[in-house]
């Protein structure tokens, strides 16, 4: 079976007809991923049995019109916990773990019905820009396989971009879900902060994570970010707004006529690939074309997101980190004399170097001494940052720019100098550190490789961002084009 | 090299996270976190004066529950996890070295 080419619509239309059983659909996917996976590695686990049982069980019940995700599969980033299905965060130290309950979001779409087919990969903890920090294996990108994939959702943006899964969830603390999306030609969001309960998202950054869609196309991910947003008693940061139905106004009517658009001159400055700068100006020449006005703005404080960022995330990722210590769950070492031992030496064995080093960082941060020169001054800077986009959004209705200054770099290239990968975040950082919606989707090639555009909105208007998107996307043949794999495409 | 953070440093700050490294590792992080730390010390071109800090960006603030107690009859399920149990317990090493103990 062939369900490259088909999106959530188009599946479920065919399940509710019976032209295809849900049963049919998922081991479809498996024999899929079994032909694409060793070229691509974007799963760290497969829910094969537990999978075609819930696929019988939802086809012998009926689906119906109303349950728009009925029996089709969805892969889930391996730091989101999945009840008896192992939970590895890619570390050794949670190696063997299986949760004994399901993060919210994964609960949402299994109440939608919708079918875990696995787990993917990403960088250790969700710690890094390329998957590379994995400490199981390394995910290739979906266009080209001597390339990353990005990260830190590797590989749930490698497997939908490989057309294994038409949609996955990925997560985001600094850009981990726009910018693979951008890597690998394919949609991404990350929602406005509270937007997706964090409940059972293994905690890097809390005041910066959130849980969000990668899909083919725009209309695919608004309807999975309906389904799994909303206000959770058990994640107080979750809001109370109420969830609209994002994928509702897409359709013909959509238009992008009078809203206007900022472009941060700071978005196309220097260390921006020229086929990037010139796929998103040609963008803002479509947008203008479809009677949008794009003015260019200025976010003067964004070169100092990066430095910011990684005070703030990773103090808060020494705090979060505290809790993997060998005692209750995870990797413990055996070489120990007495319990001071079990802490220190389960976690410098379990633990790979980045994340020590955020770790580190992190502690420094936070250390007597230096919490006001560092933790306090990135947390004031913070707020700077927030004022900026405050000043912009309050006259624009989105902010569009790239997504990250290059396409996808080779595998191997950047994994030896922090700060250059660092850097690369310096386009998505500042959304999470201000806690807006960012959306990525495919805007141009650069050498055969996608090159994304992300959408900026103002807080919980994801929305207008989706129609913006969608209306994109119908006047553009980007997210049309589809790597070559070999096998199904 | 090392001007924002030392070797001695750096093991203290491993010392707090719970963290040893050897001496070819120290080689290796006491300079990538010292020019990490001259990136963080780029914000001080920042003027804040005035700024408040922002903690969270949150819109739910002071959400107040009450303070019940819940088994969740999961302690079976939860020991599965553990890497030694014993009768309903997490089993660690003494905390006292053993070998002291002997």
């Known amino acids: 079976m062939n369900y490259f080419k088909q999106d959530l619509a188009s599946l479920h239309a065919d399940l509710v007809a019976k032209k295809i059983s849900s049963k049919e659909l998922t081991q479809a996917t498996f024999d899929n991923i079994k032909a694409t996976d060793p070229k691509i590695d974007a799963f760290l686990a497969l829910n094969e049995e537990a999978a075609l049982d819930q696929a019988t069980k939802i086809d012998a019940a009926g689906i119906k019109d109303d349950q728009p995700l009925a029996g089709i599969p969805v892969a889930i980033k391996d730091n989101i916990v999945t009840k008896d299905l192992t939970t590895t965060a890619a570390s050794k130290i949670l190696a063997n773990f299986k949760p004994v309950y399901d993060a919210t979001a994964t609960e949402k779409l299994a109440a939608a019905q919708m079918v875990t087919v696995g787990k993917t990969n990403l960088d250790e903890f969700a710690m890094g820009g390329s998957t590379e920090t994995s400490a199981f294996k390394q995910t290739k990108n979906a266009w080209d396989q001597t390339k990353v994939p990005g990260g830190s959702s590797g590989g749930s943006a490698a497997a939908v971009a490989s057309g294994q899964v038409v949609a996955a969830l990925g997560t985001d603390t600094g850009g981990s879900i726009r910018q693979p999306a951008s890597f690998n030609g394919v949609v991404g969001m990350k929602p406005t902060y509270g937007r997706v309960s964090r409940w059972g998202l293994i905690a890097f950054g809390s005041s910066l994570d959130q849980i969000g869609p990668l899909t083919r196309g725009v209309k695919d991910n608004a309807t999975i970010l309906s389904a799994i947003a909303g206000h959770d008693d058990h994640d107080l940061t979750s809001s109370t707004q109420a969830v609209p139905n994002f994928a509702g106004d897409l359709n013909d009517a959509a238009s992008v006529k009078g809203l206007r658009i900022g472009l941060p001159k700071e978005f196309l400055a220097e260390g921006v690939d020229d086929d990037v700068k010139n796929a998103i100006l040609a963008a803002a020449d479509t947008y203008r074309k479809l009677g949008a006005t794009v003015d260019e703005v200025s976010l003067p404080h964004n070169k100092y997101g990066v430095a910011a960022y990684y005070i703030i995330a990773s103090s808060e990722a020494s705090s979060n980190l505290q809790r993997f210590d060998g005692i209750r769950y995870g990797y413990r070492a055996q070489d120990v004399k007495n319990l001071e031992d079990v802490y220190v030496k389960s976690r410098s064995e379990g633990f790979g170097d980045e994340v020590k080093r955020r770790i580190m960082l992190g502690t420094f941060s936070l250390s007597a001494g230096f919490y006001d020169a560092y933790f306090l001054k990135a947390a004031k800077v913070r707020t700077v940052i927030i004022n900026d986009f405050k000043a912009v959004l309050k006259d624009h209705d989105f902010i569009m720019g790239p997504v990250a200054p290059t396409p996808a770099f080779d595998l191997g290239a950047e994994i030896q100098d922090p700060i250059t990968m660092y850097m690369n975040d310096i386009l998505t950082i500042p959304v999470n550190l201000a806690g807006l919606p960012g959306l990525s989707l495919p805007a141009g090639f650069s050498n055969n490789l996608p090159v994304g555009m992300q959408l900026i909105g103002r807080p919980f208007d994801e929305s207008t961002l989706y129609k913006a998107g969608y209306v994109f996307e119908q006047n553009t043949d980007f997210h049309l084009q589809v790597p070559t794999l070999g096998g199904q495409n | ?102």
């Not at chain 2, 001695?8 to 963290?19: I, T």
């Not at chain 2, 001496?23 to 992080?29: G, I, P, R, S, V």
């Not at chain 2, 990538?32 to 071109?45: A, K, P, V, Y």
């Open chain 2, 1 to 102: 090299m090392a001007n924002r953070i030392n070797r001695d440093q750096v093991q203290h700050v491993a010392g707090l996270a719970k963290l040893e490294f050897t001496d070819a590792q120290l080689d290796a992080f006491t300079p990538q976190l010292d020019d990490i730390i001259g990136l963080f010390e780029t914000l001080s071109e920042v003027d804040t004066d005035g700024v408040e800090a922002t903690s969270s960006v949150s819109d739910q603030l002071n959400v107040m529950r009450e303070d019940v107690a819940d088994d969740w009859g999961q302690s079976h399920a939860l020991l599965k996890n553990a890497p030694d149990a014993a009768r309903g317990f997490i089993k660690v090493p003494a905390i006292i070295d053993e070998s002291e103990d002997n």
